[in-house]
């Protein structure tokens, strides 16, 4: 009975490690060329995923629409948006670094104006995964099997 259970939890143990959301949060204040919150509007979004530098190849992109708030935020999943190119979960993090490039239309059209691009850095969750991960659960399965 113990090694049947221990069998279980190794199983759903597998499965539950494999649960990664395939994307990320990303918030901005929308605002005007002079500096102004746009409220309460329909706008559109372009991102870009660049691999290697700031004007590195596009290994992933995306479309999207958001209504900012009454202060001007939008917040999007980036990874959960109309694909342009590329596929999000085929992207490989662990080869060097990510720019995340942001286009914009106030409009909520496509006539996506430049925003920037800034290197996606780590997040707690990817630092705590360095140590815990997988080896988490398998030494739970451990101690519970024994």
Known sequence: MKTVLSIILFIAAIALSGQ?????????????????????????????????????????????????????????????????????????????SYYNEVMLDVTGGTNYVGMGTTQLLSVPYAIYSQTAGEDSALKTLFYLSH
């Open 20 to 96: 990664v959301p395939q994307a990320f949060n990303y918030q901005a204040i929308v605002r005007t060329n002079v500096g102004n919150v746009i409220p309460n509007q329909l706008v559109g979004v372009k991102i870009n995923i660049r691999q290697g530098s700031i004007n590195g190849t596009i290994v992933y992109s995306e479309r999207d629409t958001a209504t900012t708030n009454q202060f001007g935020l939008i917040t999007l999943a980036i990874g959960q948006g109309a694909v342009l190119t590329g596929s999000f979960a085929s992207i490989n993090w662990a080869t060097g």
